[in-house]
């Protein structure tokens, strides 16, 4: 039965890991995968997080199984971080299901929307992340894109983007990074979010926000503040939350998919039908990362202490793109024609570098640097110690 299957290639970003672990250089640096590392380029565990593990384990008094759509305590804290106190919570408009990770999220919610509303049009930002498409054609969907990254401007094609939402159908979902938008680290001003919701909702299209950053731009709250900004135009919204990089549980698969409906009643219907979508695919979610979070969210002492270690991630990401730029023109090497200030202009984790495949490829075979092909770099992956090798490498490789 097996004999004929065909090896499958390795994974655009994780195979990248992959090939790192099985090199033997001792000057190999990993730029690709999307994972914060702290200034000794190590993984932390959030002392938060530690915290409140000792507390769980401290009391903890079952295995058992956890409700099908997650523990109605940990739903009400992810509400409560994404819209505040935003009518739609009050109201009982919007109804949360524990996923693992985000991209269980996005899954989930792919396969909810086939199954209760057909075969629908995904429109993804050009570019996205590179599992997106993926979910979503496997669920069934057709997906197609819309313009978003200027590579002339190192900035957002806005115009382009918004005629391409004005021509969406009645019935479609548009996908929306909710801030630090991966891979380029380019997102949508104050002002620009208003439009966009207003171009899904004069074309009757159904938001879907993948919201895997938040607190890695400017704040936990600020970073939020796009949802309520579509919510002005929109009644209905999807919200895929991942607690992957802002909690630091990469390895515990903690995320949520929130529906926003325009009533309670109907946020009952749909949280049935999320249930069974969850019920066939996974049965019930992991408990021990939504633990963590429901642990930390609603103790004070350590939803500030949370809050404190997101901005130290935040301001050591944003001190090391200050830092790659001055090396990089230390060595007079402009990754755009207009310099390299787009670099501290982003947001988040990444940047979209301009680097080519001839240069990435380059970076890896000579100098056992590892990057995604399309030039996306994780920024949160630089240290002061790896930043020279890093940068003396590119300035070799772009001569």
């Keep these: 039965m097996f004999q004929n299957v065909q090896l499958a290639p390795p994974?655009?970003?994780?195979?990248?890991?992959?090939?790192?672990?099985?090199?033997?250089s001792p000057a190999k640096i990993n730029l690709s995968v999307g994972v914060y590392k702290d200034a000794a380029g190590k993984t932390p565990v959030l002392g938060c997080v530690k915290e409140a593990e000792k507390r769980i384990l401290a009391t903890e008094a079952s295995k058992g199984y956890m409700p099908i759509d997650g523990s109605p305590a940990y739903n009400s804290a992810v509400?409560?971080?994404?819209f505040g106190d935003h009518e739609v919570v009050a109201a009982k408009r919007c109804a949360t299901s524990h996923t693992p990770g985000g991209t269980g999220g996005l899954r989930v919610a792919a396969d909810y929307l086939k199954k209760n509303h057909g075969s629908l049009t995904l429109w993804i930002s050009d570019p996205t992340w590179v599992n997106h498409e993926s979910i979503f054609q496997s669920a069934g969907h057709t997906v197609k894109s819309y313009p978003y990254f200027d590579a002339a401007t190192n900035g957002l094609k806005f115009d382009a983007m918004l005629a391409a939402l004005n021509t969406i159908s009645a019935g479609d979902v548009v996908l929306l990074h909710g801030c630090c938008h991966n891979p380029t680290g380019v997102d949508p001003t104050p002002d620009q979010w208003k439009q966009i919701a207003k171009a899904i909702a004069d074309r009757g299209g159904l938001p879907l926000v993948d919201f895997a950053y938040q607190g890695f731009a400017v704040g936990i709250r600020e970073d939020a503040a796009c949802l309520a900004t579509l919510l002005e135009k929109n009644a209905e919204m999807i919200v895929v939350s991942s607690?992957?990089?802002?909690?630091?549980l990469y390895n515990e698969r903690t995320g949520a998919v929130t529906v926003v409906t325009a009533d309670s009643a109907t946020a009952e219907k749909v949280i049935s039908q999320i249930k069974i979508v969850i019920r066939s695919n996974y049965s019930n979610p992991p408990a021990h990362g939504g633990l963590i979070v429901t642990t930390i969210l609603t103790d004070p002492a350590l939803h500030a202490q949370w809050i404190d270690e997101v901005k130290q991630m935040r301001e050591r990401i944003h001190k090391m793109r200050t830092l790659f730029v001055q090396s990089l023109s230390d060595r007079n090497v402009n990754l755009a024609p207009a310099g390299n200030d787009f670099i501290t202009r982003q947001n988040g984790m990444f940047s979209f570098s301009n680097l080519n495949k001839t240069q990435v490829q380059a970076l890896k075979e000579k100098f056992s640097i590892y990057i995604v092909g399309s030039g996306r770099i994780n920024v949160a992956g630089m240290t002061e110690a790896n930043m020279t090798p890093l940068c003396d490498a590119i300035a070799t490789v772009t001569k």
Excluded at 79 to 82: A, F
Excluded at 243 to 248: C, E, L
């Design 79 to 82: 509400q409560t971080l994404l």
């Design 243 to 248: 607690f992957s990089k802002n909690f630091g």
């Design 11 to 24: 994974d655009p970003i994780l195979g990248i890991g992959d090939a790192f672990a099985k090199d033997a």
